[in-house]
């Protein structure tokens, strides 16, 4: 039996999500991560916008036909992350409660955020709303 794709959808010119989605690790024995650029069409994007999720405002993680965004997907990745290496073992620690997670998230969106305005990118805007060009 063949161990199902789990993909990570991010913004690949976010230097921070980047590097987070570089060195994040799941256990085998849980499937293969597939890293997935928001930038690019693809399927899992019409899926992400089909069900009203903005890109810019989080990450998105598919797991069979389970979409967790934002918070739900740092925790989520938490819970089947690999205990493998300090940032595994520091990823797992810190967001495997769903309430730090909770907390926590729009902290560093809000980081992100800043970043990339400070780095003159542009937004996803996958769901196309006027005036939303510019973080």
Not at 22 to 29: G, L
Not at 61 to 66: F, I
Not at 99 to 106: A, E, N, Q
């Amino acid at each position: 039996m063949s161990r199902p794709d789990i993909l990570l959808v991010y913004d690949k010119e976010c230097p921070a999500c980047h590097a987070y989605c570089q060195v994040v690790r799941i256990r085998e024995s849980v499937g293969e991560l597939r890293i997935v650029d928001a930038r690019e069409d693809s399927e899992v994007m019409r899926e992400i916008t089909g069900a009203g999720m903005d890109i810019d405002q989080g990450m998105v993680l598919k797991m069979g036909e389970q979409l967790y965004y934002g918070a739900d997907a740092i925790h989520a990745l938490a819970l089947i992350g690999s205990r493998s290496g300090v940032f595994n073992r520091f990823n797992y620690w810190m967001f495997r409660s769903r309430r730090v997670s909770t907390v926590l998230y729009p902290l560093l969106r809000f980081f992100r955020n800043l970043l990339l305005k400070l780095l003159g990118k542009t937004r996803i805007n996958n769901l196309n709303q006027p005036g939303r060009d510019r973080f």
